[in-house]
């Protein structure tokens, strides 16, 4: 059974600052991975998507990495803005087109 | 190109009532899906559906809940006899295709509240 972990479940960091979250996953059979991002209150925003051949997409001030074979994702955020306070949530796509979230990591950039 | 459009934004029942929530893919997408989120939780996938047919529903619960997503029309959530614990955001999201190559779009949610 596939189980998404996110760690750490919340984060506070200066404006400024260069940023990790990690995203682990039990089962390496995955189609692809994809970042998201998700204000108080409104839906899902994809970040990045990361097919399960690939191994790195970026976007901006995002880049998102894939080692498939230890079952880790990281988003990394560069020069991190008040704005980009939120939670990111990873989810992986499995076989039966199932897509399993982890319960995310909720971001506070302060100014 | 509109979004995929979810409809009621709010909706709240009493206790033993039923509750629809509806959900419009973005246009050219066949595929839909619906996520339940607890407070404090990730998303939790209940049902895959194509146009008039459910491909994959292992994540909904057995009973009171249905899904359908007609030929013409939106996809639709229903919830019979609602009870305090499906008090949840209710996501649905479209892909183009079901093949788990492509991103899902997601709409804004329908945050379900039971009296």
């Known amino acids: 059974k596939q189980e998404v972990t996110q760690i750490p479940a919340a984060l506070s960091v200066p404006e400024g600052e260069n940023l990790v979250l990690n995203c682990s996953f039990t089962?390496?059979?995955?189609?692809?991975l994809q970042w998201f991002r998700q204000d108080p209150g409104k839906g899902l925003t994809s970040l990045l998507l990361?097919?399960?051949?690939?191994r790195e997409q970026t976007s901006g001030r995002l880049n998102a990495s894939l080692d498939k074979s230890s079952g880790r994702s990281t988003l990394y955020i560069a020069a991190s803005q008040p704005g980009d306070s939120a939670t990111y949530l990873c989810?992986?796509?499995?076989?039966?087109?199932?897509?399993?979230f982890g319960a995310g990591t909720r971001l506070t950039v302060k100014p | 190109n509109a979004g995929v459009m979810q409809n009621p934004r709010h909706l709240v029942r009493r206790r033993g009532q039923e509750a629809r929530l509806r959900c419009s893919p973005m246009?050219?997408?066949?595929?839909v899906y619906w996520y339940r989120q607890l407070p404090e939780e990730g998303l939790k996938f209940m049902v895959y559906?194509?146009?008039?047919?459910?491909?994959?529903e292992s994540g909904m619960p057995k009973e009171r809940f249905s899904a359908e997503f007609p030929k013409e029309g939106p996809s639709i959530l229903r919830i019979q006899q609602v009870v305090r614990g499906d008090s949840a955001a209710y996501f649905c999201?479209?892909?183009?295709?079901?093949?788990?190559?492509?991103?899902?779009?997601f709409g804004s949610g329908t945050q379900l509240s039971v009296l």
């Open positions: 999201a479209s892909s183009p295709t079901g093949q788990g190559q492509g991103k899902l779009f």
């Open positions: 089962d390496s059979a995955i189609y692809n």
């Open positions: 990361i097919q399960s051949s690939q």
């Open positions: 989810a992986v796509i499995v076989l039966n087109n199932d897509m399993r």
């Open positions: 246009k050219g997408h066949s595929h």
């Open positions: 559906l194509q146009k008039e047919n459910i491909i994959d």
